[in-house]
C-alpha cells in the first residue's frame, strides 16, 4: 500500500528514486565476522581512536574559559576518568577478540551491557550517569566512524547517485557532496522554507523537501519514493499507475525547464520598455557556473559567511582577496555585490566566532551587530574587497542594519581601510558603492535616513519576514504563518523602494521572494526593477516579468496591499500574473 506524507516544498522538481536513510548520530553497526589475521589490525584501529578521543576531550578541557562554572569542566574530568577506565579501555577489546567482530561493534555490545547494569540500579541519580557513559562511547564511535576501515570500499563517488535522502537535516557541505555525487532528490525531518539547507538546495537544483516529522521511521532503506517538490509531497511504496503519472508529469516538467533555457539571452524589458536587472545570489563555486548559465546581470547578492565556517581562524585579507578576485575574474566585468559577513543566528560560524548561543540568536549580536563589536572579523574583509575595486566593479553591502550610527561605523572603517591602502600603495575605487540591507522592520520603515547615507538599498525578505511576521526562519512549526504578501511585508517593501526613489539611489531585492515567480510581476508593480535570486529561478522569474506591463500592474499591485481578504488578495494576484497585463484594471 503506497502512504503519502507532506512537508514543506522548497526547491522544485519531481524525482522518483530508492530513499536512502541518513542516521548521522547512529552508525550503521557492521555485523560481518573478521578473519582471525584481521583481529590484531581491529585491536589497533579500537586503540587509536581511543587516544584520538581522549585527545579531543582534553583539547576541550584546555579550551573551558576559568570563570565557567566548576561542574562544566568536572563533567570533562569524569569523561576523561571513564576512557581511561577498563571498562572502555579493555571492555570493548575482549569482546572484539572474543567475537572477531568490527570495533564500532565491540563498542556497541560494551555500551549494551553497561546499559542492563545501569538500568538496574535503584538510585536515580546514579541510573543517570549512564548519559556520561553514552556521551563517551559516542565520542569514540565517532573517531571510528570518521576513520573507516581501509579494507571496506567506504563511501564511492557513486554513493548517492539517483537516490532520495531522508535525514534529520544537512549541513551545506553535505549537501554540496551529495550534489556533486549525483544524488537525486532529498528530505529533511527539519529545517524550514528559509533554512540554509532549503536556500543552497534551490540553488544548486536538487528537488527537496523539509520538515517532515520522524519520517526515517516510516520509510525502509531501499524502498521507492516520489518526491513532488513543489508541493512538498513524498509517496512511498507508489503504484505503477502513480509512477506513470509523475513520470509523465517529469517529463513535462523537463519540457518546460528547456522551453525555459530558450530565454537565457532575451533581455529582459517590460511591454512598456523599462529595463529590468535580473541578478544571481551566489556563495559557493557552483553558483557561479548556474549563473553563466542563466545568463544573469551580475551578482546581487555574495553571501561570504562560507568563509568563516568551519575552521578556527579567521581569515586573513589575503584568503579574502584570493576568493573574491576570482569570482570578479569569472563575473569578466559584470557587478559584483560582496556582503559583509553575516554571522550569527542562523549562519552559525561556531562559539569561537559568534560566542556562546544565545537564548534568542536572531535578535542577539549577528550581522553587523556582531561584525562591529568584533571588528577582526571585517576588517580584512573591506581591505580585500577594496583591492578587488581597483580592477572589478564590486561593491560592499552591509546585512543586518537597524540603526542609522552602525551605517557610520561601517562607512568609517571602510576609510580608515581606503588610508591604510593608500599608506601601502595599492590601488582601489576611491567611489566604491556602499549599500545597506533592509531587512529589519525599523530599517524599512526608516529608510529615508539609510537611503540617504547610502548608495544603494538591497530588501532581505527572508529576514524581513521574519522580523515582522514574529516567525522563526528554520522553525517548520511557524512556516504555515510565512507570508510574503502579509500586507505588513508588502507596505514595508513599498517603504524601501519609495524612500530609495526619493534619494534617487537604487533599491534591490535579494530576498527569496525576488526569486519566485509568483510575486515577481507584484513587485514591479511596486516600483522593484532590480531582482537578485538563486540563479536556477533566474529564467522562470524572466519569463514572468516579460509582457508585462509596469504601468498596468502599478493600479493592481497598490490595490493588492489593500486587500483585506486573503481571497480578494489572492484573485488579484492571479490577475496580476495573467500574461497578457492589459487584462488588469
Ligand atoms: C535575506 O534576509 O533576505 C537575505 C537575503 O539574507 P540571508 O538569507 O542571507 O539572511
Ligand atoms: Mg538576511
Not at 577498563?86 to 555490545?109: F, M, N, Q, W, Y
Not at 572579523?377 to 560592499?396: C, E, N, T
Not at 507584484?522 to 538563486?534: C, D, I, K, R, V
Request: hydrophobic share 40%; glycine share 6%.
Amino acid at each position: 500500500m503506497s502512504l503519502m506524507f507532506s512537508g514543506i516544498g522548497v526547491s522544485r522538481g519531481i524525482v522518483i528514486g530508492e530513499a536512502y536513510i541518513l542516521r548521522r548520530n547512529q552508525p550503521e553497526i557492521s555485523a560481518q565476522t573478521l578473519k582471525r589475521s584481521e583481529v590484531p589490525r581491529e585491536v589497533r584501529r579500537y586503540k587509536k581512536a581511543l587516544a584520538e578521543a581522549k585527545n579531543q576531550l582534553e583539547q576541550v578541557r584546555k579550551s573551558i574559559p576559568k570563570n565557567a562554572p566548576s561542574d562544566v569542566s568536572a563533567f570533562i574530568e569524569t569523561h576523561l576518568l571513564m576512557i581511561d577506565d577498563s571498562v572502555l579501555a579493555d571492555g570493548p577489546l575482549e569482546i572484539l577478540k572474543s567475537r572477531a567482530c568490527k570495533a564500532e561493534a565491540a563498542l556497541e555490545h560494551q555500551r549494551q551491557e553497561l546499559q542492563k547494569i545501569f538500568d538496574e540500579m535503584e538510585d536515580p541519580y546514579i541510573a543517570t550517569r549512564m548519559d556520561d557513559v553514552n556521551h563517551v562511547i559516542n565520542q569514540i564511535m565517532r573517531v571510528l566512524v570518521a576513520q573507516p576501515d581501509k579494507s571496506q570500499s567506504g563511501t564511492s563517488e557513486t554513493d548517492w547517485k539517483g537516490l532520495i535522502v531522508i535525514a534529520d537535516d544537512l549541513t551545506p557541505a553535505d549537501t554540496i557532496v551529495m550534489q556533486n555525487q549525483g544524488v537525486a532528490g532529498f528530505v529533511t525531518e527539519t529545517g524550514g522554507q528559509l533554512s540554509h539547507t532549503a536556500i543552497l538546495a534551490r540553488s544548486l537544483g536538487i528537488p527537496a523537501i523539509v520538515g517532515i516529522h520522524n519520517l526515517r521511521d516510516y520509510i525502509k532503506p531501499g524502498e521507492q519514493l516520489i518526491l513532488h517538490g513543489e508541493s512538498g509531497m513524498v509517496l512511498a511504496e507508489p503504484e505503477q499507475l502513480m509512477i506513470d503519472s509523475y513520470r509523465k508529469q517529469q517529463r513535462l516538467f523537463r519540457e518546460q525547464q528547456r522551453e525555459l533555457r530558450k530565454l537565457v539571452d532575451t533581455p529582459a524589458i517590460t511591454e512598456d520598455g523599462i529595463e529590468l536587472s535580473l541578478m544571481a545570489n551566489i556563495e559557493i563555486d557552483e553558483d557561479i557556473k548556474a549563473l553563466k548559465r542563466v545568463n544573469a546581470d551580475g551578482v546581487g547578492l555574495y553571501r561570504t559567511e562560507f568563509l568563516y565556517m568551519n575552521r578556527d581562524d579567521l581569515p586573513d585579507e589575503n584568503e579574502h582577496f584570493q576568493v573574491y578576485s576570482k569570482v570578479a575574474r569569472a563575473l569578466k566585468g559584470a557587478p559584483l555585490t560582496i556582503r559583509l559577513a553575516d554571522l550569527g543566528a542562523d549562519k552559525e560560524a561556531g562559539a569561537e566566532i559568534t560566542g556562546p548561543l544565545a537564548h534568542n540568536p536572531a535578535m542577539g549580536l549577528r550581522g553587523v551587530r556582531l561584525a562591529l563589536s568584533d571588528t577582526t572579523l571585517i576588517i580584512p574583509q573591506i581591505a580585500a574587497i577594496l583591492r578587488v575595486s581597483a580592477k572589478s566593479p564590486v561593491s560592499i553591502m552591509i546585512p543586518m542594519l537597524t540603526n542609522l550610527h552602525e551605517v557610520e561605523q561601517c562607512l568609517e572603517l571602510i576609510e580608515q581601510a581606503k588610508t591604510q591602502l593608500t599608506e601601502r600603495r595599492i590601488k582601489f575605487d576611491k567611489d566604491i558603492a556602499v549599500g545597506g540591507m533592509i531587512e529589519v522592520p525599523a530599517a524599512a520603515i526608516a529608510a529615508d535616513q539609510f537611503a540617504s547615507s547610502l548608495d544603494f538599498l538591497s530588501i532581505g525578505t527572508n529576514d524581513l519576514i521574519q522580523y515582522t511576521l514574529a516567525i522563526d526562519r528554520i522553525d517548520d512549526r511557524v512556516n504555515y504563518l510565512y507570508d510574503p504578501l502579509h500586507p505588513a511585508v508588502l507596505q514595508l517593501i513599498k517603504m524601501t523602494i519609495e524612500a530609495g526613489k526619493r534619494a534617487d539611489i537604487p533599491v534591490a531585492m535579494c530576498g527569496e521572494m525576488a526569486g519566485d515567480p509568483r510575486y515577481v510581476r507584484l513587485l514591479l508593480g511596486l516600483g522593484l526593477t532590480e531582482f537578485s535570486m538563486p540563479p536556477n529561478s533566474l529564467l522562470e522569474v524572466k519569463r514572468a516579468l516579460l509582457g508585462s506591463n509596469r504601468q498596468r500592474l502599478q493600479k493592481a499591485s497598490n490595490a493588492l496591499l489593500k486587500c483585506s481578504s486573503r481571497d480578494s488578495q489572492q484573485q488579484l494576484l492571479t490577475k496580476i500574473n495573467k500574461t497578457d497585463s492589459a487584462t488588469i484594471h
